[in-house]
């Protein structure tokens, strides 16, 4: 019987994790398959698409800067990869066709939910209006928290962001700021969804939001020390590794129809970008 073969897509890729998981994943039900790990310049996406469907892969997920793209050589795609305008999962069916969902929302709500923080009638601040916010609005309006506003250093970026989603979900609690963040004094949870940690630098919180001990999250991981969640007054921070795994296992469970057990996997991983 031939393996399912996988990959991911991304520019740079090396450092991804996709194969360590999706082969926890698959040993879970006992499943053969290959996960490779494929660069791709951006201007050669469409082509190295069709030539992965022709070898009958079943799958691929994709990461930056390839999400936009992905999108569009896309047959057909889901509510939240065309409100995202992105998609990080694709499937290729009966060889012809490719279908787009983006499960990066679904596994930053998941796993908040495991850290056991339920989102609704939370107020929520997102720093940053890219890719990764546009991703994860759709799933965060859904849990129906009292306020999400999103903040970024061009407020202009933020507030279109807000209009286009001001009518999913018939949420009208969508707000937007400039980095200052003057509109409101307090949030139960700050979001980092820039990449700013990845290169050692930090997107700072005004003192007057810290004061009420918000939850802070951030949507990278690695391991460095992270100067986002170091401006935590108590232990309510977390990286991403968690979403990571969790996106992850939603795709896996797009191809495979089985959503995998997570919390080992989270753990384990933990180990690996902590170098202990």
Known sequence: MNKKKFAVLGFPVEHSLSPIIHNSFAKQINVDISYSKIKVDLKKFKEIINQLRDEKF?????????????????????????????????????????????????????????????????????????G????????LIKCKPKLICVANRTVEKAEKLVNEFSEFGKYHNLQFDSLSLRKFSEYDLIINATSASLNNNVVEIPKKL??????LYDMM?????????????SEKKFDGIGMLVEQAAQSFNIWHGFYPD?????KNLGSITNGS
């Not at 999400?67 to 047959?75: C, I, Q």
């Not at 997570?262 to 989270?266: G, P």
């Open 262 to 266: 997570t919390m080992e996997v989270i």
């Open 210 to 215: 810290l004061d009420s001990n918000p939850v």
């Open 221 to 233: 991981y690695g391991p460095k020390s992270n100067p986002f969640l170091s401006q935590a007054k």
């Open 132 to 139: 990764a916010t546009s991703g994860a609005l759709p799933s």
């Open 58 to 130: 079943t799958g691929v997920n994709v990461t930056v800067p390839l999400k936009f793209e992905a999108l569009k050589v896309s047959a057909s795609s889901s509510v939240y990869a065309k409100l995202s305008k992105a998609a990080n999962c694709l499937s290729f069916k009966n060889n012809k066709i490719i279908h787009a969902e983006n499960t990066d929302g679904f596994g930053l709500v998941k796993d908040l939910s495991n850290k056991k923080i339920d989102l609704m009638n939370l107020k929520i601040l997102i720093i940053g209006a890219g």
